[in-house]
């Protein structure tokens, strides 16, 4: 089993900063990936940021530019660095293990709220 714990959402103003940090425990070496997802009120959650364990990154295109996910392997740990926020960016945020064959592990989910 893998468990996954996300930490640092908050309230912020359109164009601040936030960093979302995500601890994985447990059976670490099933882990392929990290990734994080967001789910805004109403709509369906969609996949935002992932990095392999080799360090390969890909963004979904409404953050590009603006987000940066790293990670630390010596404290198992992936952050997620968000900067210039918009209100559109208001949504819980999931981290995710992405295990092999095809588990996935998340956690509890942190709000991002960013008002205009």
């Known amino acids: 089993q893998v468990q996954v714990v996300e930490s640092g959402g908050g309230l912020v103003q359109a164009g601040g900063s936030l960093r979302l940090s995500c601890a994985a425990s447990g059976n670490i070496f099933s882990i392929n990936a990290m990734a994080w997802y967001r789910q805004a009120p109403g709509k369906q959650r969609e996949l935002v940021t992932t990095i392999t364990t080799g360090g390969s990154t890909n963004y979904t295109d409404s953050v590009k530019g603006r987000f940066t996910i790293s990670r630390d392997n010596a404290k198992n740990t992936v952050y997620l660095q968000m900067n210039n926020l918009k209100p559109e960016d208001t949504a819980v945020y999931y981290c995710?293990?992405?295990?092999?064959?095809?588990?996935?592990?998340w956690g509890q989910g942190t709000q991002v709220t960013v008002s205009s």
């Open positions: 995710c293990a992405l295990r092999s064959f095809q588990r996935r592990s």
